[in-house]
Nanobody
Framework: EVQLVESGGGLVRPGSSLRLSCKVSGFTFGENGVGWFRRRAPGKEREGVACINNGDGRRYYEESVKGRFSISTDTAENMVYLQMDNLQPEDTAIYYC?????????????????????WGRGTQVTVSS
């Protein structure tokens, strides 16, 4: 069974950095994908933030985080990371890690929640002065 556990969230001031971690078990990095999503408010849909195609290493980002966020993996430790720099109040959300068991090559760059098969429970990030 695939399980994901996120950590690293917290309360920070605008302009600060955080690194989120996601421990993945029951999963082997290969021709599949991992991604980070966020839900900014209860009742709102999860929006894709960043993802990696583990098959070719390509990374994709939501427009508002390009240049500020960076997704990476440590395949030896089965970890997925999201480095977030220059955080802004609009980045406040619950952040979720997810895996896509088979790459959807047509939509991977769109980072769609419906393409992902397993999810963690999330970690809260709050950016406030």
């Amino acid at each position: 069974e695939v399980q994901l556990v996120e950590s690293g969230g917290g309360l920070v001031r605008p302009g600060s950095s955080l690194r989120l971690s996601c421990k993945v078990s029951g999963f082997t990095f290969g021709e599949n994908g991992v991604g980070w999503f966020r839900r900014r408010a209860p009742g709102k849909e999860r929006e894709g933030v960043a993802c990696i195609n583990n098959g070719d290493g390509r990374r994709y980002y939501e427009e508002s985080v390009k240049g500020r966020f960076s997704i990476s993996t440590d395949t030896a430790e089965n970890m997925v990371y999201l480095q977030m720099d220059n955080l802004q109040p609009e980045d406040t959300a619950i952040y979720y890690c997810a895996v896509q068991m088979m790459i959807s090559r047509v939509t991977i760059a769109m980072i769609l929640a419906g393409d992902y098969d397993y999810w963690g429970r999330g970690t809260q990030v709050t950016v406030s002065s």
